[in-house]
């Protein structure tokens, strides 16, 4: 912001230093610095709480754009319910002893078994 350097502040002790006198120099510096950091303060508290504002900003936004789906929350849900009905179909199916449909239309690999499947 300020580009002040080193000769710049001694001048302006310097200046100070005649102006005020050295009796009043260190009560004056002390109230100065005082109120600078109250004022550092301030400006760091003030930059936080527009940050904050800013950040839930941000969120309200994602929300409103998340809330604008419930559509596709819906077919989520129904997709969801559906895969959850077809495996509790197949493990009652499975707990109920039938036999799955790739090994019911299964043929015999040997001609032994052949005639072990038709005496069944």
Excluded at 29 to 46: D, E, I, N, Q, Y
Excluded at 81 to 93: P, Q, V, Y
């Amino acid at each position: 912001m300020f580009d002040v350097g080193f000769s710049e502040l001694c001048l302006i002790g310097l200046v100070s230093l005649l102006v005020i006198g050295p009796e009043r120099l260190p009560k004056v510096a002390r109230v100065v610095g005082f109120w600078l950091g109250k004022t550092r303060h301030m400006v760091a508290s003030v930059k936080e709480e527009i940050k904050m504002e800013l950040h839930a900003e941000e969120m309200r936004q994602i929300f409103k754009e998340q809330s604008g789906l419930p559509e596709v929350q819906q077919v989520l849900d129904e997709t969801s319910n559906t895969l959850k009905s077809t495996i509790s179909k197949a493990k009652d199916d499975l707990n109920a002893g039938a036999v799955p449909e790739t090994e019911q239309h299964k043929e015999p690999s040997s001609p032994i078994k052949a005639e072990q499947h038709e005496q069944k």
